[in-house]
């Protein structure tokens, strides 16, 4: 009878330590790159301030990815500057999402889904503008 009513006893004072380390928010905080070439785009539009005119659809290759560098976080809530092949950057922010594995973000040019995978990040961009329309997935590793 002691023996049920021990492991009963143990397994309510773990819940609160089980629970605090899952809901723990990874820090996003540092510069990500393309890890392993792992890319995927395709691209059709007029010229933006990244690419030049692409009048017919186009795939993009692992030197068009960009860097993200997410300078601030509160708790789910970071921002940063997402950095494009040429040099050229944009504002971005984004939210963790309560599994702590996806992510929202958002900039000048679009909407970006992502997820953490180990300790890669994978982003996942969709650009739709009236006269520019992209997509493009990239594994990401933080370099710094």
């Given at each position: 009878m002691k023996t049920p009513l021990l492991l009963a006893s143990l397994t309510l004072a773990l819940l609160p330590a089980a629970s605090a380390r899952a809901d723990t928010v990874p820090s996003l905080i540092?510069?990500?790159?393309?890890?392993?070439?792992?890319?995927?785009?395709?691209?059709?539009?007029?010229?933006?301030?990244?690419?030049?005119?692409l009048p017919k659809p186009?795939?993009?290759?692992p030197d068009q990815a960009f860097t993200y560098t997410i300078e601030a976080q509160d708790g789910r809530a970071f921002h940063g500057v997402a950095t494009?092949?040429?040099?050229?950057?944009?504002?971005?922010?984004?939210?963790?999402?309560?599994?702590?594995?996806?992510?929202?973000?958002?900039?000048?040019?679009?909407?970006v889904e992502g997820r953490l995978v180990d300790d890669k990040l994978e982003l996942c961009w969709i650009d739709s503008l009236p006269t520019w329309n992209a997509v493009s997935c990239g594994l990401f590793k933080k370099t710094k």
């Open positions: 540092g510069t990500w790159a393309l890890a392993d070439e792992a890319f995927a785009a395709a691209r059709v539009g007029t010229s933006n301030k990244y690419f030049d005119d186009t795939f993009g290759t494009g092949p040429q040099g050229k950057s944009e504002a971005i922010v984004g939210v963790i999402r309560f599994d702590n594995k996806e992510i929202l973000m958002s900039g000048d040019s679009g909407t």
